[in-house]
């Protein structure tokens, strides 16, 4: 990201708003988990696939260049790249009351709750119970499983996640608090504010997907789009199995498999080898779809933690995570195994 990302973090932070465009009502279509463990997104007309085929280039690309890089440029803009002691506790609790004291200014009136949900602080203006049921069910519970996945590091800085009870004070409040109009339904990230934004209406997928990032940037800072959006991607529907979070299928599916069935995905080397920019700005339209279903590929193999580990040693001599992942799967033809995984993915469902 460090090359590439030169010119799009300067882009980026000419934007405060870093929408992502992942629809996200809780996936109440599967069946047999029970609803307060599933997130995810159902396919919108409007969003028809992540990977943004064909005709939604135009809006998508640089939605997602916006906030996927926008994780990462926040951390190195904190100093991200300084050791960090690990475990709990990096902030104190006068340093959360500090800020909550601050962010109290920002409140454009009463009936909000404030709940600290280390590392986040989260504020909604739903009655406050629903507030601390989406603290407790939909950020605590990825926390906790991604953390234990993934992540020993919190993010380095206090970040705020708002949930507004609807579109109506999503697209009031954003006004009034963030001085702009958002232009998704759903949720995004705002790099100036430090700060998840999310109509919390259209569910708990966007926000898990969107917890992904920082968490990457305080870890794996130097992590290529193509693995950052493919996690991230991967948990906008997710369960859990074992007591392990696990992405389950999930709109993304229907275009990719159109985009295998067309011979239009392209090899893993190529994707592994993308620039962020080429990877977010890329007009195939298949990069997050192909991205997240390798990790679910990689998950269901039982491989996608021991990648994502091999993979942040690696860095330094694989950055782009290419030479892990034929390690990983132990494989060297990667033309065969490439076969392989398209003819897997074509026997996916969704939902
Ligand atoms: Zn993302």
Redesign the pocket.
């Known amino acids: 990201m460090k090359d590439e990302g030169g010119d799009i973090t300067r882009a980026l932070n000419l934007s405060t708003r870093f929408p992502?465009r992942t629809p996200s009502p809780v996936g109440n279509a599967l069946r047999g988990v029970p609803m307060k463990r599933r997130y995810g997104g159902t396919p919108r007309r409007a969003f028809p696939s992540g990977g943004s085929l064909g005709t939604r280039q135009g809006y998508l690309a640089p939605i997602?260049v916006v906030?996927?890089v926008g994780?990462s440029l926040l951390v190195s803009a904190l100093g991200g790249d300084r050791p960090k002691p690990e475990g709990p506790a990096a902030f104190s609790t006068a340093d959360y009351d500090r800020h909550i004291a601050e962010l109290k200014k920002k409140l454009p009136g009463p009936g909000f709750t404030i709940i600290v949900e280390r590392p986040f602080v989260v504020i909604g203006d739903e009655p406050t119970e629903d507030v601390r049921r989406h603290c407790k069910e939909t950020i605590r519970w990825a926390v906790d499983r991604l953390k234990a996945e993934y992540f020993p590091r919190d993010p380095l800085e206090i970040l705020d996640i708002w949930l507004f009870q609807d579109a109506t004070s999503y697209e009031r409040n954003c006004r009034t608090i963030f001085k702009q109009a958002p232009d998704t339904p759903y949720g995004f990230f705002s790099h100036e504010e430090r700060a998840l934004v999310m109509n919390i209406a259209t569910g708990g997928g966007t926000l898990v997907?969107?917890i992904?990032?920082p968490f990457m940037a305080a870890n794996f800072p130097d992590c290529p789009a193509w693995f950052?959006?493919g996690l991230?991607?991967l948990y906008e529907q997710s369960s859990e199995r074992g007591g392990r979070i696990v992405g389950l299928t999930n709109w993304r599916l229907a275009g990719l498999q159109a985009a295998i069935r067309k011979h239009q995905v392209r090899p893993f080397k190529a994707l592994c080898g993308m620039t962020d920019r080429e990877f977010y700005r890329d007009d195939r339209g298949t990069n997050y779809a192909q991205a997240r279903y390798l990790c679910y590929y990689l998950q269901e193999a039982g491989l996608l933690r021991s990648f994502y580990r091999r993979f942040v040693a690696n860095h330094a001599r694989d950055p782009s995570g290419y030479r892990t992942l034929q390690e990983v799967l132990g494989r060297e033809d990667m033309e065969a195994f490439q076969k392989e995984w398209e003819a897997f993915v074509l026997k996916l469902a969704f939902p």
């Open positions: 992502e997602a906030v996927c994780a997907h969107e992904v990032h950052n959006e991230g991607s």
